[in-house]
């Protein structure tokens, strides 16, 4: 199965933006299970990935009149998601560091473990990592971790074998690896394994 964008009837989302619950249970009925497996691959757990499914599409319902009919409805829809899956990261890394925080009272060699987080700048470090690969490595990884294509997909798309795609994702995985030694880097990193 190649990726392609999925194909919205024309008054769907300007009924959803009108208020149709009807519309809100088609665009679900579209996009539900492919916005689940994108949560799931990102998060690595099912019953995460469907928390934050439930989110997600109440976040649509929420702003529904603030939806630009004319835009991607595809692309805003994972926009939201991704933003999702960032968030609920940044919640379960500081329950970790709050953790690490009760430890520190105890343990005083865990003062080195805790650091706190700034996600806007680990962000810009991944996203300068990545511009350190090879042009086709980079397009490969983004298609695999940001994009949820899978192998198949990506060598489809491409017109590389799924060999070729495999390789270029173990290598920009080491780079980054290397690149990310600090510990919310590879927290981070884990994210987009």
């Known amino acids: 199965m190649s990726y392609q964008q999925i194909n919205i009837p024309p008054s769907l989302i300007p009924d959803l933006c009108n208020g149709s619950e009807q519309a809100l249970k088609d665009v679900f009925d579209l996009f539900g299970k492919k ?18 499914l439930q989110d997600v599409f109440l976040k649509v319902w929420q702003f529904r009149q603030q939806i630009d009919v004319a835009a991607n ?7 939201v998601t991704r933003n999702h899956i960032l968030n609920f990261a940044r919640k379960k890394a500081a329950i970790a560091v709050s953790t690490v925080a009760e430890m520190e009272e105890n343990i005083p060699v865990m003062a080195e ?3 706190k987080i700034n996600y806007k700048q680990v962000y ?4 300068h990592v990545l511009e350190k690969l090879g042009p086709k490595s980079r ?6 971790r940001e994009h949820q294509l899978s192998n198949k997909e990506i060598a489809q798309k491409m ?6 795609v495999e390789t270029h994702v173990s290598n920009a995985l080491s780079v980054l690896r290397g690149e990310l ?12 394994r």
């Open 35 to 52: 916005v689940f497996n994108y949560c799931r691959k990102m998060v690595g757990n099912p019953e995460d990935a469907e928390e934050l």
């Open 73 to 79: 409805f595809e692309a805003f829809l994972f926009t």
């Open 113 to 115: 473990v805790h650091q």
């Open 124 to 127: 810009q470090q991944y996203r």
């Open 139 to 144: 397009e490969v990884f983004v298609l695999s």
């Open 159 to 164: 017109g590389i074998s799924v060999r070729t």
């Open 181 to 192: 030694k600090d510990a919310c880097l590879i927290l981070f990193l884990f994210i987009f």
